[in-house]
């Protein structure tokens, strides 16, 4: 399996643009993570998904934050707008369930910065 | 809620050891330990689904105190492949990080 895969790896942009990030999780995951790290804040939960449903989207900062989840196999995050202080590294994790036994697996993850 | 770690921060000689703590306000149902190499996604390492379980791997090794709520992660004899940031997570549905630990092993 190629893992969690995550895209773009990348992405500059300037305040008030859009970004999308997106995120294929790993085939018979029915879990997916948004997570956003900063030195200052750590790991931040964003939203998880189960069974392509929002579970919890509690850890979204503001409204410019969205996330979609289609189908098992794709996910996104959107910002609209961005601001500077959105600029952080966004990992996509998925696992096999909910349960406390399931390991997650990290995407490479996407750098994002914002001018 | 996330879970407490300490401390931040480890500097070690090569072959040293290390304590890496974890507690939690809530009560914990599973404790996962995760490595995380400077500009990469965090690695996998164990999990803990007992109270009073004790996984190894290689020289890392982990235990949990469900009834402390607490787990602490033991690195002996370390190597500089070691380096990195440790983090610990707690499962219950989500998935909750603690701050990190950041781990230095120097020769």
């Known amino acids: 399996d190629a893992g969690v895969i995550q895209s773009p790896r990348h992405e500059v942009t300037e305040m008030g643009q859009e970004v999308t990030l997106r995120c294929k999780p790993i085939?018979?995951?029915?879990?997916l993570f948004w997570y956003r790290q900063t030195m200052m804040r750590g790991l931040e939960l964003l939203i998880y998904f189960n069974n392509n449903v929002p579970i919890d989207d509690s850890g979204m900062p503001e409204d410019r934050f969205s996330a979609k989840m289609p189908n098992a196999s794709f996910s996104t995050l959107k910002i609209q707008p961005s601001e500077p202080r959105d600029s952080a590294v966004y990992f996509c994790a998925s696992c096999t369930g909910v349960s406390g036994a399931n390991v997650l697996t990290f995407g490479a993850g996407s750098r994002l910065t914002v001018l | 809620q996330q879970p407490v770690q300490s401390p931040q921060a480890v500097i070690l000689r090569e072959g040293e050891d290390a304590v890496i703590n974890c507690s939690s306000s809530k009560a914990l149902y599973s404790v996962h330990w995760y490595r995380q190499k400077h500009g990469e996604a965090p690695v996998f390492l164990m999990i803990l689904l007992k109270g009073g379980e004790q996984k190894g791997h290689e020289k890392i090794s982990a235990s949990f105190n469900e009834k402390k709520q607490q787990s602490s992660l033991y690195l002996t004899a370390s190597q500089l492949s070691y380096s990195g940031t440790y983090f610990c997570?707690?499962?219950?549905?989500?998935?909750?990080f603690g701050a990190g630990t950041r781990l230095t092993v120097k020769p």
């Open positions: 997570g707690t499962k219950n549905n989500d998935m909750r």
């Open positions: 085939s018979g995951h029915n879990s």
